[in-house]
Nanobody
Framework: QVQLVESGGGLVQAGGSLRLACLAS????????MAWFRQAPGKEREFVAA????????SHAESVKGRFTISRDNAMNTIDLRMNSLKPEDTAVYYC???????????????????WGQGTQVTVSS
């Protein structure tokens, strides 16, 4: 069993920065691809970024590319999402997720992920 706990959300002004962290417990952490998704009120959950089990492969949604960076520390069982140049449209609940294997060509789909955290709220004011 894998448990994921997010932290680091909050209220920030447009143009500001936040760093989200996800602490994972469970044996498969270093083998599993991990990702961040987000869901804004009234909208579907959307892919933000993913990272392979080794950390060698990353993928970012076009809407956050160049502003957000996903990383992981397998020794500490954590993944981070560094968010810069935040915009009001980044406001959402951000979720950490653990995948079915180290990598998948379908890892932008939330259905590929097995474990989910409870989410952390990010609010960007204009």
């Amino acid at each position: 069993q894998v448990q994921l706990v997010e932290s680091g959300g909050g209220l920030v002004q447009a143009g500001g920065s936040l760093r989200l962290a996800c602490l994972a417990s469970g044996r498969i952490f270093s083998d599993a691809a991990m990702a961040w998704f987000r869901q804004a009120p009234g909208k579907e959950r959307e892919f933000v970024a993913a990272i392979s089990g080794s950390g060698a492969i990353t993928s970012h949604a076009e809407s956050v590319k160049g502003r957000f960076t996903i990383s992981r520390d397998n020794a500490m069982n954590t993944i981070d999402l560094r968010m810069n140049s935040l915009k009001p449209e980044d406001t959402a609940v951000y979720y950490c997720a653990a995948g079915r294997s180290t990598y998948s060509s379908t890892w932008r789909q939330d259905s590929w992920y097995v474990y989910w955290g409870q989410g952390t709220q990010v609010t960007v004011s204009s």
